[in-house]
């Protein structure tokens, strides 16, 4: 189950990042709460589709070698990101709209089960 939790992950960040390194307009303006963040600015727009493809080749990579070490380094942006997005949401004064909305599904829950699979694949592969 949870290397399953980590491809499903994988995958998502391999396809969000080509969402965002191909179509960053379509990404800066359907994204919800993206353009309030600032202008449009490409190079940092494509420097997020580079995390999410080094994220999702490490949670690949790790799932499909059982590499803990990497399942976990392939997490970790997610899980930073996460929390920079928390921090957002409490400077926005904790409103339940459609961004907290999008964050949760899109951001927060996708980050803290790759990170919760990475630690229990571990322990699955500790005991062996």
Known sequence: ??????????ILNLGLAGYIGFAPHAWYERTPGVAMMGPFNLHFIRDVALACLASAAALG??????DVTAAVFG?????FHALFHIWIWFGRGVPFDEIAL????GIQLPAWLALIAALQFQSARAVR
Do not use: D, T
């Open 1 to 10: 189950m949870w290397r399953g939790i980590l491809i499903g992950v994988a």
């Open 61 to 66: 990579w790790g799932a499909w070698k059982r």
């Open 75 to 79: 997490a970790a942006w997610p899980c």
């Open 102 to 105: 999008v964050n949760l599904v």
